[in-house]
């Protein structure tokens, strides 16, 4: 999955993206009502308080849903199927992503398997992706 | 809310559908616009206001010659038109408007005057939270929850099979129809070619060419109009929002903008689930009919994929839905919304190629930029 397109951060995701670059995954937590939320904002989508901070969270999840994509679209690397997927990490945020290092097969992809992130880069970024966690 | 105040006096697609080389995505909406004030027997100086979905409402109304004094661009993806249709009716109600024509028009498969939308914007949302992933076609993206949808409910692609299944009974009966092969759930799972596992080709919708259009007034002024008697009168109608990125779906299986929509719907129009004869589902992808069917409340959790299988849905059936094939078999320019609305009104006025024999209340529902939005709409042929 070396190819793709490369995001562009903005003024309120470049700390999440500055911190993937150094194979970190930041999430914001509001201090207020003490709930996780993603996409970043610097107000809380939940209680509307500006008291909200960035937070390391664990990078462990499951895989929540997934489909195993047979036509990647250029730039993609499209010599194999993609796995993009949604997983819910332990924090209780819900990030699209994709699976690597997996069998592209139903049977190897069983829904709410354990999942942990590992960082890919991507043009001048690294994209949060995850790994099944018994791969690791 | 609208009470049957509001009549759809013009209603008409362009003359083809399909594969459509020659004509710009702006032609297709003129070419809608044109077909449709035929239809009602009105000429452009008629029309007041103007609403419309992708290119804005001036380039439409200046490309018809048209000089509106009310406009409406609202944008939420292929359920745009079903919003439209619910702010002319307020606008109409209000004074603001007399006679509104809705256009749509999209070169989904020739992309012949469409590379203003070609474009991913890589500091969206989408830009950096999914289209790095791949998630950027709408295969790829619009697909990814349903198969929580269907492990959740004990459900399997099987449940798939027989939507795509349904729908192409209906198609087989209408010529104008894209996909009209019969086909069987088997074929659907095994012999259509993978596109994104769950889902194969034929449980994808099909890409084409076209544009439809409508016309609205007051129900008081279609009383005097040519089509008075083809009049189709707006009992009640719903929008809603979604998330604008996949990930933040608040429940992978449901959508709470279907629910918010439909429900408003019904209320508006003071009508219960089983006073409806016929129903559309907006089915980019075979999931959604499967989703809407229980967010709408016309079956229970989990019921859905039985309810179809029963043949409930199909020919004969007891809730005849997508009846001109829907997206998966009829047509999807991309913003299919459109299209379903056409439908709902054909079967109003007795006028579709597989007639119901005695449909009298239609509902719509429809979805916009994956689960990004939701527009709901109650119509009936008879005024209350």
Not at chain 2, 95 to 122: D, F, K, N, Q, W
Request: with cysteine; proline share 7%.
């Amino acid at each position: 999955m070396a190819d793709g397109f490369a995001p562009k951060p903005t003024p309120e995701t470049a700390p999440f993206w500055a911190a993937a670059k150094e194979n970190r995954l930041l999430i914001q937590r509001c201090r207020s009502c003490a709930r996780y939320y993603f996409y970043p904002r610097p107000w809380c989508p939940h209680c509307f308080s500006e008291d909200v901070e960035w937070h390391q969270v664990s990078g462990r999840g499951r895989l929540a849903s997934y489909i195993i994509n047979y036509r990647p679209l250029p730039p993609a690397d499209h010599t194999g199927p993609q796995i993009i997927a949604l997983v819910e990490l332990d924090e209780g945020v819900r990030l699209l992503t994709n699976i690597i290092d997996a069998d592209p097969a139903p049977d190897s992809l069983r829904l709410d398997a354990p999942v942990s992130v590992a960082f890919h880069p991507r043009g001048d970024f690294k994209l949060p992706v995850f790994r099944l966690a018994h791969a690791q | 809310m609208h009470n049957g105040n509001i009549a759809v006096v013009g209603a008409a697609e362009t003359t083809d559908l399909g594969v459509l080389p020659g004509v710009s995505m702006i032609q297709l909406h003129a070419e809608a616009a044109r077909n449709a004030l035929a239809d009602a027997g009105l000429s452009p100086a008629d029309i007041d206001g103007v609403a419309t979905a992708g290119p804005l409402p001036m380039e439409i109304s200046h490309y018809l010659g048209i000089t509106p004094r009310w406009m409406d661009g609202t944008m939420v993806g292929g359920c745009s038109f079903m919003l439209h249709v619910r702010h002319a009716a307020a606008a109409i109600a209000a004074g603001a408007a007399t006679t509104v024509l809705i256009t749509h028009g999209e070169s989904g498969r020739s992309r012949i005057g469409m590379s203003r939308y070609e474009a991913l914007a890589p500091d969206t949302a989408s830009g950096q939270f999914e289209v790095p992933y791949g998630a950027l076609a709408p295969y790829s993206n619009f697909t990814v929850p349903a198969l929580r949808f269907l492990h959740d409910r004990g459900m399997t692609r099987t449940d798939l099979g027989e939507v795509v299944v349904a729908q192409r009974e209906w198609a087989m009966q209408n010529p104008r129809a894209f996909r009209r092969k019969p086909i069987t759930v088997d074929e659907v799972l095994h012999s259509s070619p993978p596109v994104a596992y769950p889902f194969t080709r034929d449980m994808c919708c099909v890409v084409t060419d076209g544009g439809a259009a409508l016309i609205l007034t007051s129900a008081d002024r279609s009383a005097d109009l040519p089509v008075a008697d083809r009049a189709v009168f707006l009992l009640g109608s719903g929008e809603a929002t979604g998330s604008p990125i996949m990930s933040q779906m608040e429940d992978l299986g449901s959508f709470g903008a279907f629910r918010q929509a439909s429900t408003e719907a019904f209320a508006t129009a003071g009508i219960a689930r089983d006073e409806v004869d016929h129903l559309m589902c907006y089915d980019a992808f075979a999931h959604l009919p499967l989703y809407m069917l229980e967010d709408l409340g016309f079956v229970g959790h989990g019921e859905s994929g039985a309810f179809i299988a029963s043949g409930a849905t199909r020919p004969g059936g007891t809730l005849p839905m997508n009846t001109n094939g829907g997206g998966l078999s009829y047509t999807h320019t991309g913003m299919y919304g459109m299209f379903a609305i056409q439908e709902a009104i054909r079967q109003l006025r007795g006028e579709a190629a597989a007639q119901l024999p005695a449909a009298r209340v239609s509902f719509v529902q429809g979805v916009g930029l994956y689960f990004g939005a939701a527009g709901s709409l109650v119509f009936s042929n008879v005024k209350p």
